[in-house]
Every structure is written in structure tokens, then in C-alpha cells.
């Protein structure tokens, strides 16, 4: 499924596959597509990294802007975040320009 989001006012698109938001997410898989969780609501919520390979978390708000990224590279028991969509990309899915530009950032609980 095509998935239009906003950043800085420029329409980014991406394949996703739309999940629900009890499921476990990138959790105990090797492999998987990007995921799209929508919460029905602009909320706090957390999520867990305990059982996942490295991912880039993307936080959206109601109408859809980015609102926060950030590279979750080692295991973390909580990871608090805001918003309504959240969208988790594994690393190994980004192109090398991306993953470069993601991984010289600082781990999620550093931003």
C-alpha cells in the first residue's frame, strides 16, 4: 500500500503495509516491510526495541506532518513517543543514501 506523508511541506510516499496497533511490530521477525500504525488519535504512547533488529521510527501527527524521526539501534525496554501515525522502517529496507544520512545520527534515547 502507497502511504503519503508530509515533510517540511513536500509530500513524501512509501510502501507500507498497515497493521494494527496491538500487533508486535518488527518484533521477533528477520525480516519485514515498513509498518504503519495508526492509533486513531494524536496520543503518548511507547514502544519496546527488546526483540527487533535495528529500525527508523517516524512519528506523524493528525494531518499526517513528520513530526519526529530517529534511528532505534540498540534494545530498549521503553521508547516514548507522540502522535498519531507511527511508521517503523528496518534499516536493512532503506537505500544506502538513507541508512548513511539515518546511522550517523545519535540512538533514539539521545535526541
Known sequence: ???????????????????SQFSTGLMFRKTS???LFDLGREKAFSITSIFCK????????????????FDVLKKRWSI???????????????????KSKGLNRKSSMDN
Open 1 to 19: 500500500m502507497k502511504f503519503e506523508y508530509y515533510v517540511n511541506k513536500k509530500i513524501k510516499k512509501i510502501d507500507i503495509k498497515k497493521v
Open 33 to 35: 516491510p515498513t509498518l
Open 54 to 69: 535495528p529500525f527508523r521510527v517516524i512519528l506523524l501527527d493528525k494531518n499526517k506532518n513528520k513530526k519526529k524521526s
Open 80 to 98: 516514548r513517543c507522540f502522535g498519531r501515525y507511527l511508521i517503523e522502517v528496518p534499516l536493512n529496507n532503506l537505500n544506502s543514501d538513507e
